[in-house]
């Protein structure tokens, strides 16, 4: 089996596909990708990916939501990891010698206090990992990464600091997706609950109050949802379209007919499909 993650090894979301693999299955092959865009192309040839999609004080992963309306794949599990940061460096240095610290722009989000307590510039980066990488080739004395404590062991970096995210309680969330719903970690009985989350995207019709009508099927049929997000539409001027969450499976009669009625107001529906965390 091959798992891509985002990322270089070392990167919390290689951390989370090797949590969810390791163990579970005799032969994983895991496999580092810098660029979103080529994650999606890896999984069209039946392997499966680890993407990072929201963090609970960073919000969502813009990058990766965008990603959607352009690729048909299926959500095959959901996985919550805790995320504890660390600030890394070439040399051992005082947090007073840093000036700038390079990290993914969810990274520089989680730890806004800090940097702003300390008077330190972030500096939005491809992921975390690969700005580790950039601080132990440069060899810089003052400026510093942000990352888990597992690159400071690959890149031979100082910890300078640790868990210094703005809440205790930092934690992202990942989804496993494939091509399609092969149920992998149903035949695995990683998960043998009821509880099934559905995510789909959506693009509305011109009508007065569409998106209150959109919703109200939901309401209705006494479906929780759980998130709705709203992203602008590439190469179309003002055009956006939505993404959404829900509890409850597609098999459901309810959610049946709340897409029903989903249906009748929006120009197109893509769905994901119906999971469980793991």
Known sequence: MKVGFFGLFGSYTNQAAKEIFTGSYESVEFVEF???????????NDNLAVIPIENSSGGLVSQVL???????????????????HVLLASNKLNISQIK????????????????EKNKINGVPYSDNSSSAKYIRDNNFYDKAAIGSEVLANIYNLEIIKRNFQNSKNNTTRFLVIGKTD????????????SYYKTSLIFTVRDISG???????GFA???????RIESRPIKNKYFDYFFFLEFEGNLKDKKVIMSLEELNFYTKEIKTFGSYQKI
């Open 66 to 84: 965008d990603m959607f309306p352009r690729y048909d794949f299926s959500i095959i599990g959901e996985y919550f990891l805790p995320i504890n």
């Open 220 to 226: 209705t049929n006494n479906i929780n949802l759980t």
């Open 182 to 193: 092969n149920n992998i970690f149903k035949k695995n009985n990683l998960r043998g609950d």
């Open 100 to 115: 700038e610290v390079y990290a993914h722009p969810q990274a520089i989000a989680q730890v806004s206090k800090f940097l």
């Open 210 to 216: 569409v998106l209150y009508k959109c919703l109200g």
């Open 34 to 44: 810098i660029f979103l865009e080529e994650i999606f192309k890896f999984i069209q």
